[in-house]
């Protein structure tokens, strides 16, 4: 199973980026799905996550801004970001619970995408 992330790039403050997570390979079923983020010299946080039903969670630094969605026929989840800020800058990694059979399943990680906001 590999986790393909994109999306990521350079925008000013104020703007909107969308970032995808495509899942592949032996895939049963997704449960839960999620976006961390890394800064600089700061440890990976939850940013957002959904789960196979659709009920969301998100960090408080990014509620009312960021959205996060998924479709479940893709295997692909998602994050809308709105009016981003210098504190948003980071490296984003989308994460799977991934079953590749009924009863076994693991957890994954994306390679990660780069964030930049400018002030």
């Known amino acids: 199973v590999q986790l393909q992330a994109s999306g990521g790039g350079l925008v000013q403050t104020g703007g909107s980026l969308r970032l995808s997570c495509a899942a592949s390979g032996r895939i049963f079923s997704i449960n839960d799905m999620a976006w961390y983020r890394q800064a600089p010299g700061k440890q990976r946080e939850l940013v957002a996550g959904i789960t196979s039903g659709g009920m969301t969670n998100y960090a408080d630094s990014v509620k009312g801004r960021f959205t996060i969605s998924r479709d479940n026929a893709k295997n692909t989840v998602y994050l809308q970001m709105k009016t981003l800020k210098p504190e948003d800058t980071a490296v984003y990694y989308c994460?799977?619970?991934?079953?590749?059979?009924?009863?076994?399943?693991?957890?994954?990680w994306g390679q990660g995408t780069l964030v930049t906001v400018s002030s």
């Open positions: 994460n799977a619970y991934v079953k590749s059979l009924r009863w076994i399943g693991s957890d994954y």
